[in-house]
């Protein structure tokens, strides 16, 4: 088995601090490994944004600037000496890594300034893991598949094409035209999902979830914030502990939908030409509808009916706010 191995230790620059008697320790790298389409990055670091994009068919770039301050320059030596980035290469796969051994991480970090940053390119036709103990990500225009995982920075993702797994310990979740089935979740910050296709799986603790003009099943859920599913051509599933929920459904054929809040309002809107069979039931609100349905229960906390002689399941369900089921404007359907 070839294995290839390259230790990328550079000279550490100290610079004085016009702000105090404190030196930081500074690091760059710029290095490119030859590589064919169809291999995979693999990305794991203490620390730092990752900005990933698509370059040359046959490379991988690898650009990093890391600046260490532990008021300490002994330390920052040790740790830099330490945790060197490296590159290794096997099999069409490149790995990156910068981790200090667990002895030499961290009461420091508690007291550090640091400033982190890798810029990477690869092929168009490549899959990425990336792995950051606390910074943002960032990944655009790749063809393979994506996993990003980092402590607490937002993830940013657009123009991909390929599985995509996105988690994040609290920051925000960003995705824009991204076709595939894609599965996110963050300990507590907004999901923001535009234009794509394919199936969509979206958790959050506690932030606002919007997805609009998305064609695939749909299901997300949200510990207390608000919901938007706007322009969605498949099954939709949402649930907020607490928010509202705004949905719209569009294509030529509904599939099933359940929506549910503990405390907020749901507005539906369906196209009038729908089938489906309607439950909904608050209990502290009103349910109205502008839609010609054929009824078999109704009122103000209860309502059974058919839509053109019914179909598919839609389930509305709040504990205390009231629930409207409109018909989809002109508007809304073409947006």
Known sequence: MNQKTTFLRVATIFVASTLSAVAASEERINREVDVRSGGKLVLDIDFGTVDLRTGADDKVAVEAFRSIDFGDEAKEKEYLA???????????????????????????????????????????????????????ITASELMGDMR????????????LRGALFGRSGGGEIKLDDCDGPAEIKTGGGDIVFTDGKGTLRARTGGGTIEVRNFVGDTDVSTGGGEVTLERIDGAISGETSGGSITASASGAAIKKISLESSGGDIDLALPKSAVADIIA????????????????RADDEHLRARLNGGGPSVLLRTSGGSISINSATAETAAR
């Open 82 to 136: 330490r945790a060197p980035i490296t590159i290794t290469t096997e099999n069409n796969i490149v790995i990156v890594r910068a981790r200090a051994p667990k002895e030499v991480r961290p009461d420091w970090f508690r007291r550090t300034r640091r400033d982190c940053r890798y810029t990477i390119r690869v092929p168009k036709n490549f899959s990425a893991d990336l792995n950051t103990g606390g910074g943002d």
């Open 148 to 159: 990003a995982d980092s402590d607490g920075g937002d993830l940013r993702f657009s123009h």
């Open 281 to 296: 039931r608050t209990s502290g609100g009103r349910i109205t509808t502008n839609l010609p349905l054929e009824v078999t």
